[in-house]
């Protein structure tokens, strides 16, 4: 029972998509030396994240935090953004179920500086019965630190103390979190120096929202590592991780195939399919070439979820531009199932059949049309939405994206893209030492006409 990728239909035997099993036989090598690469990171110590899943301990101290925190606090904000809040959002909903249906303990990720969400949900929360973590790797992220002092200041005017109401996930040594937790002898767990924060959903930063919620942290890694073991395999053909990127490289690079679309038929993945986002995005459009040459290169990552996207993106997929390579995920055995009751009429033929089976044929029927158009498509198939399986799903994805980042030549680690616009925000905020990016965006403005409607 593990997740297993069926790619008949991106291949031209299953397609005719242009993408042949000679061309596969073509990447092998360049595969191979990427997979090299990896695992040679990892063993020296510099891609922490390969070796998470065999680090129980880790899972241990998250059930050890959570189980400290009093019964009496029913709801967790989770303050972070970006790595630091999309894996623990996409465990919780995956695993969870359905937020705004959970019963016990309610965590919320309020992850944007947007107040519309935090300012909410702080009228309606109670304090004393609240908790928070904080988490940053960097401990220097600015929405983090503005929300963590917006919440701070809501316990402090409640009585709440710090100590028994706020915990910290950020890097065991560095950064101003690092420091607060020392000064205020808050409860914490470190990232390893050694994991990026999009890849470290298998760390504290997934492993302490899930067991807050009560769930399986044990089983995320135990599928994790049953996954790792199978993306350390050498041939192409056995490494799902290694096929996955492959394929996505080889769409991109000889189909223009950029756009990489994500659409598990399971409501529960929605949250994992942003964390997808984030994970291609961020990881793989890049500037430059790992040897400094001019790239500009990337795939746009789309998140979809059937069904109900086939009420909106699929038109596009089917018709539009031939850009895309979508792979879908089936979650084969849900865990709820509804029958559909018999009853006259036009929907007579829906009578017997579960809700579960419509979504099946629905996700069949739309990757059969898109292949008799010639437009490709992959589907994971989990056995079931379980913890095993999601965290087999996130080292999955996790290794593709390593060694797609070698197939393209690129650092897939790195985000120098993100640092301009945040020197410029923090000018405008006044921060000290960021003056001549104030007086940049000062004159940049004062240097264009407003066209405005
Ligand atoms: O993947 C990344 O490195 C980023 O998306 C970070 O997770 C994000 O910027 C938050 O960073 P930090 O954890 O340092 O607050």
Not at 69 to 82: A, E, F, N, Q, T
Request: contains cysteine; aromatic residues 6%; glycine residues 10%.
């Amino acid at each position: 029972m593990t997740v297993r990728l069926d790619y008949t239909l991106a291949l031209d035997t299953g397609s005719a998509c242009g993408v042949t099993q000679a061309h596969l036989a073509a990447e092998e090598s360049a595969f191979q030396l990427g997979l090299r690469q990896v695992r040679a990171a990892a063993d020296a110590g510099n891609l922490g994240f390969w070796k998470l899943s065999q680090d129980e301990g880790a899972a241990e101290a998250a059930r050890r935090l959570a189980a400290s925190v009093p019964d009496d606090v029913h709801d967790i904000l989770i303050l972070g953004i970006g790595g630091s809040s999309l894996g623990g959002r996409a465990v919780y909903e995956a695993l969870g179920g359905p937020p705004e249906l959970r019963v016990g303990r309610r965590l919320h990720f309020p992850d944007n500086s947007d107040p519309w969400r935090l300012a909410r949900l702080l009228d309606t929360l109670d304090p004393n019965h609240t908790a928070a973590v904080a988490i940053s790797k960097s401990g220097g992220t600015v929405e983090t630190a503005a929300s963590l002092l917006v919440v701070r200041g809501w316990l402090r005017e409640a009585g709440a103390p710090m100590n028994r109401h706020l915990m910290v996930v950020t890097d065991p040594e560095r950064g101003s979190l690092r420091a607060l937790v020392e000064a205020e002898g808050l409860r914490a767990l470190p990232i390893p120096a050694n994991v990026g924060g999009r890849f470290s959903v298998l760390t504290a930063v997934g492993l302490l929202p899930a067991a807050l919620a009560g769930l399986d942290v044990h089983g995320l890694l135990r599928g994790a590592d049953a996954m790792r073991q199978r993306c350390e395999q050498e041939q192409l053909t056995d490494n799902p991780a290694g096929l996955l990127a492959a394929l996505h490289v080889l769409h991109h690079r000889l189909y223009g195939r950029h756009v990489h679309v994500l659409m598990p038929y399971a409501d529960g993945l929605r949250a994992f399919a942003a964390w997808f986002v984030q994970l291609w995005a961020e990881s793989l459009g890049k500037r430059h070439a790992k040897d400094g040459r001019p790239l500009e290169t990337g795939p746009t990552p789309l998140a979809a979820v059937g069904a109900t996207d086939q009420h909106a993106q699929v038109q596009l997929f089917m018709e539009g531009p031939r850009d895309k390579l979508v792979t879908f995920v089936s979650v084969d055995a849900p865990e709820h199932e509804l029958t559909i009751p018999g009853e006259e009429g036009p929907n007579a033929y829906l009578g017997g059949h579960t809700l579960g089976e419509l979504l099946t044929a629905e996700r069949r029927g739309t990757a059969m049309a898109l292949a008799t158009d010639r437009r490709p498509s992959l589907t994971l198939h989990l056995p079931k939405l379980d913890a095993p399986s999601l965290g087999g799903l996130f080292f999955l994805w996790e290794a593709a994206t390593a060694i797609a980042g070698e197939l393209y030549g690129i650092d897939a680690f790195d985000q120098p893209g993100v640092e301009l616009g945040k020197r410029l925000a923090f000018g405008l905020l006044g921060r000290e030492g960021y003056e001549r990016e104030r007086r940049e965006v000062e004159s940049f403005a004062a240097a264009r006409q407003p066209l405005v409607c």
